[in-house]
Structures are given as structure tokens and as C-alpha cells.
């Protein structure tokens, strides 16, 4: 992995698994940095599911009362 320019190669090397992970130093920012987007994606996903069965169960319930002649 790298760029190579006159004939040299710059950019990042990793020499080992650990050393991917790693990240030169800033795994921990870079890692932690995906671990949060990803919480933050599920979680959005999972309040949006909260949010469809709340809607689907008032829908359900406006439906009965208008069916009975309730407004």
C-alpha cells in the first residue's frame, strides 16, 4: 500500500497485522472512531423501528375507533 513517486514509495506501510491495526499510533482514534458511527447507525436503526411499530399501533387504533364511529 503507498503512492510511489520517483521511483520511491510513500505512504503507509504495514509490516504485520498489529501493525494495520495500529494505524502508526492512531488505531485507537481511528478504530474508536468507527465503533462509535456504528453505534450511532445502529442505534438510529433500531429508534426507527421503535417509531414505525408506534405509528402502525396508533394507525391501528384510529382505524378501530373510526370503524365504531368514534372520532
Do not use: N
Not at 14 to 34: P, Q
Request: net charge positive.
Amino acid at each position: 500500500m503507498g503512492i510511489r513517486v520517483e521511483g520511491r514509495s510513500i505512504g503507509m506501510k504495514w509490516e504485520s497485522l498489529s501493525d494495520f491495526f495500529a494505524m502508526g499510533g492512531y488505531g485507537l482514534y481511528v478504530w474508536g472512531s468507527y465503533l462509535v458511527a456504528m453505534i450511532c447507525i445502529i442505534g438510529e436503526v433500531v429508534l426507527i423501528r421503535g417509531r414505525k411499530r408506534t405509528l402502525y399501533k396508533h394507525l391501528g387504533q384510529k382505524r378501530r375507533s373510526i370503524l365504531r364511529g368514534e372520532k
